[in-house]
């Protein structure tokens, strides 16, 4: 017997038919019960997606809802940090492929430290913690572009001693050609390293933050699939 084939107007009619019965069944899951990422990699698996993507798209989730930190200096940002609060506590082989990761991501070797339950890995003023909770591990990642605060530190310091110096002497002397010179090339220099430190703040941050994101995501990944 020949398969039968249904038309357009048949196909729309049982898929209404089958939507309306699937809806008087009894619910099989909770409401609130959710999904987990094992029966996500499986309806994965059945669509053609890989169960490592479906992990990373769900640590990538995981990492969205951390808390992101800022620290700015005259409305720019010198600081930026990422929590994550992880599924469960790292083992020790998890926490060394952490460290790996973090010294490839940002092409540093950095130093351990481990204090009892606390581990952190520091290379200047990039920092990285792993702290316990009631339910697992926090991770806690933050750096300081310290050397850029400095450049506009001592700019902004150059262009107010400067201007406060030709105003004293200005008042007590009168406006000499000589000494607008000097402090106009003092002026010069206090604005450059100013510009210097400040201009690359944004993409360094940006830079940064995604970095410290793609860390958090691959970390709960690796962990979420054991």
Known sequence: MAERRYSEEEVAA????????????????????GMTLAQLQEIGREVGIPAELVAQAAGALTVA???????KLLGLP????????LPRRITDDEWERLVVDLRETFD?????????????????NLQALIEPTATGHRLRLRTLNG??????????ALLVGG??????????EGAQPG?????????????????????RLPSWARLRRQQMEDVAGRLIAAISQR
């Open 14 to 33: 049982i898929f209404e038919r089958a939507a309306q019965s699937q809806q008087s069944l009894p619910r099989q899951r909770a409401p609130n019960e």
């Open 65 to 71: 809802e951390g808390r992101a930190t800022e620290r």
């Open 78 to 85: 010198v600081g930026v940090g990422r929590t994550v609060e």
């Open 108 to 124: 540093a070797r950095g130093r351990v430290r481990e204090e009892g339950s606390l581990r952190s890995w520091n290379n200047g």
């Open 147 to 156: 050397q850029a605060r400095s450049f506009m530190g001592t700019g902004a």
């Open 163 to 172: 201007w406060v110096t030709i105003l004293i002497r200005v008042l007590g």
């Open 179 to 199: 000494l607008l010179t000097k402090m106009g090339l003092l002026l010069s220099v206090g604005v450059g390293m100013f510009a210097f430190g400040a201009l």
